[in-house]
């Protein structure tokens, strides 16, 4: 079975604070892909990020960066100086090959403080 | 591109009533569309897998006769809640993967948020 863990429920910084939400993930598929979305206030989920398992290169996207380590199994995300505009919840997601369905974790509420 | 759009974006109904909710990819094909549901503080939840021109695949414990769903056309997927109730109130939000690009990412609308009275 797949399952995505994201153990922090809430994070709260002050801006232009770096944080980092973590995203731990099981599997028994060589071939899988990981994912991050952005739920801001309004509802949407915003993709930010896929990776496949062979993949391990980290990215960075201007503030946003991931880290994906498949020795510990994780994929985690890091946002550097923080703005309030980051406030959302953020989930990580999983997708096994060929199957169509995302499995996500439990969202993790990120709140930016002025 | 990949814009996913909903309709309506709220929606409040008297119980009994069917409530139809629309999910269009606006500049892609979407031979699959996912539709969930999300309660307040909690993940999405899977309902349904819908497949353009098949019957929709439901997720354990989800009332296929309750909750219908059509996938019509590579562009457009319907749920209609029918004779809806009060505990049917919550966010639903729709998914569709590009049946070109990169197939495994799921592209998410605005969602729906149903408020049954």
């Known amino acids: 079975a797949q399952k995505v863990t994201q153990a922090q429920t809430e994070i709260s910084v002050v801006e232009k604070e770096d944080v980092t939400l973590d995203c731990v993930y099981e599997t028994r598929d060589t071939t899988y892909y990981l994912f991050w979305y952005k739920q801001p206030p309004s509802g949407e989920l915003v993709f930010l990020i896929r990776?496949?398992?062979?993949?391990?290169q980290n990215e960075i996207s201007g503030r946003y960066s991931w880290n994906f380590q498949k020795s510990t199994s994780s994929f985690n995300f890091t946002i550097t100086a923080s703005q309030v505009v980051d406030s959302a919840v953020y989930f990580c997601?999983?997708?096994?090959?060929?199957?169509?369905?995302?499995?996500f974790g439990q969202g993790t509420r990120l709140t930016i403080n002025p | 591109g990949a814009v996913v759009s909903q309709h309506p974006s709220w929606v409040i109904c008297k119980s009994g009533t069917s409530v139809k909710i629309e999910c269009r990819s606006l500049?892609?094909?979407?031979?699959?569309m996912f539709w969930y549901r999300q309660f307040p503080k909690q993940s999405l939840m899977l309902m349904a897998t819908s497949n353009e021109g098949s019957k929709a695949t439901y997720e354990q414990g989800v009332e296929k006769d309750k909750f219908l769903i059509n996938h019509a056309s590579l562009t457009l997927s319907t749920l209609t809640v029918t004779s809806a109730h009060p505990e049917d109130s919550s966010f639903y939000i729709c998914?569709?993967?590009?049946?070109?690009?990169?197939?495994?990412?799921?592209?998410f609308g605005p969602g729906t948020r149903l408020l049954v009275l």
């Open positions: 990776r496949n398992s062979f993949d391990e």
């Open positions: 997601a999983l997708s096994g090959q060929g199957a169509q369905k995302l499995v």
């Open positions: 998914s569709a993967r590009d049946s070109e690009g990169h197939q495994e990412t799921q592209y």
């Open positions: 500049d892609f094909q979407a031979t699959t």
